[in-house]
């Protein structure tokens, strides 16, 4: 059974660039796409995108300007880096994992990082 | 973008009762939706997908349905754990977008 652990940088400056990494343990790394979700406090979520173990993006247009996601197979590990962060991007972002076979749903998720963005 | 307008956006209820939320989309997705329960500090887990599928593990007092644009999760009889809110997310399109969740309470 896959297991999603989430780490990376929880306070950050206005402009400065958020780096978020999720490990994947168990499973196959090619068998899912890589999510990112976000949730601003007490509001709704939020697709960020997705990248597949190739390394291929679909990206929220609302953010594509400033997202990058990558993947490093040899860590099985994926990432979200979103620049020139201001006060609108603090919110608990979630990575989660999509099987690439048969029906879309994220099945397994981590457990959310909160990220503030204050000067 | 696909537009998920997800109704109520709060819902009080009581062990026991049937309930049912409800999402529209602002064009045809197909089948291509899956409900989202989340609870207070947690990650979301999903229920139901392509609209009427339930996840393993999932009680059966969970559904889904869709009709036409109307998709609709039905709680057959409330449990106390059920007490949460509840995402709508449209895979059809890109970029996926969600309902604007419904927060289910105790009556």
């Known amino acids: 059974q896959v297991q999603l652990q989430q780490w990376g940088a929880g306070l950050l400056k206005p402009s400065e660039t958020l780096s978020l990494t999720c490990g994947v343990n168990g499973g196959s790394f090619s068998n899912f796409y890589w999510t990112w979700i976000r949730q601003p406090p007490g509001e709704g979520l939020e697709w960020i995108g997705e990248?597949?173990?190739?390394?291929?993006?679909n990206y929220n247009p609302s953010l594509k300007s400033r997202v990058t996601m990558s993947v490093d197979r040899s860590k099985n590990q994926f990432s979200l880096r979103l620049s020139s962060v201001t006060a609108a991007d603090t919110a608990v972002y979630f990575c989660a994992a999509v099987p690439t076979s048969g029906a879309y749903y994220m099945d397994v998720w981590g457990k959310g990082t909160s990220v503030t963005v204050s000067s | 973008a696909v537009q998920m307008t997800q109704s109520p956006s709060s819902l009080s209820a009581s062990v026991g009762d049937r309930v049912t939320i409800t999402c529209r989309a602002s064009?045809?997705?197909?089948?291509?939706l899956g409900w989202y329960q989340q609870k207070p500090g947690e990650a979301p887990k999903v229920l139901i997908y392509?609209?009427?599928s339930l996840q393993s593990g999932v009680p059966s007092r969970f559904s889904g349905s869709r009709s036409g644009t109307d998709f609709t999760l039905t709680i057959s009889s409330l449990q106390p754990e059920d007490f949460a809110t509840y995402y709508c997310l449209q895979d059809y399109n890109y970029p996926y977008t969600f309902g604007q969740g419904t927060k289910l309470e105790i009556k």
């Open positions: 392509t609209a009427s």
């Open positions: 064009q045809d997705i197909k089948n291509d």
């Open positions: 990248i597949n173990y190739r390394g291929g993006t």
